[in-house]
């Protein structure tokens, strides 16, 4: 499939964990995976991302040391969200790049539906 399919959203507290991953095809993934997210009311916003070749990975500033993006040799890629903060509720999407800058959605050219990540206080 081309699209990209999320899954491991949910509702967890502030400070607990939860994992997103999300699979595609081939084609998908080629050169880039990311995630992005959006709340209600803001612009989508970069997240992570990682380079399928290389594994190099990048980060948003407001989850620097808390998000780790990871992909393994099945086209999944992952983010492991610790440290949850009321202020990462959204809805997370996965995606496959196109062509251009990494950080802007713009970018990427194969979206998920999205999935669902509420933290409580």
């Known amino acids: 499939q081309v699209q990209p399919v999320e899954s491991g959203g949910g509702l967890v507290q502030a400070g607990g964990s939860l994992r997103l991953s999300c699979v595609a095809s081939?084609?998908?993934?080629?050169?880039?995976a990311g995630w992005f997210r959006q709340a209600p009311g803001k612009e989508r916003e970069f997240v992570a991302a990682i380079n399928w070749s290389d594994g190099s990975t990048y980060y948003g500033d407001s989850v620097k040391a808390r998000f780790t993006i990871s992909r393994d040799n099945k086209n999944t890629v992952y983010l492991q969200m610790n440290s949850l903060k009321p202020e990462d509720t959204a809805v997370y999407y996965c995606?496959?790049?196109?062509?251009?800058?990494?950080?802007?959605?713009?970018?990427?050219?194969?979206w998920g539906q999205g999935t669902q990540v509420t933290v409580s206080t």
């Open positions: 995606a496959g790049h196109g062509a251009g800058y990494i950080y802007h959605s713009t970018s990427w050219s194969y």
């Open positions: 081939e084609r998908t993934f080629s050169s880039y």
